[in-house]
């Protein structure tokens, strides 16, 4: 499982209702430059 992968699961996991928008940020807050 990539790293990304497995980030988006484990944010998933944590909030069954996050939304699509709440996930782009999130990535660009916690994993700036990797995407």
């Given at each position: 499982m990539d790293a990304h992968e497995a980030f988006i699961v484990e944010m998933i996991d944590d909030r069954k209702d996050v939304t699509l928008d709440?996930?782009?940020?999130?990535?660009?807050?916690e994993q700036p430059g990797e995407h």
């Amino acid at each position: 499982m990539d790293a990304h992968e497995a980030f988006i699961v484990e944010m998933i996991d944590d909030r069954k209702d996050v939304t699509l928008d709440e996930m782009v940020e999130r990535l660009s807050v916690e994993q700036p430059g990797e995407h």
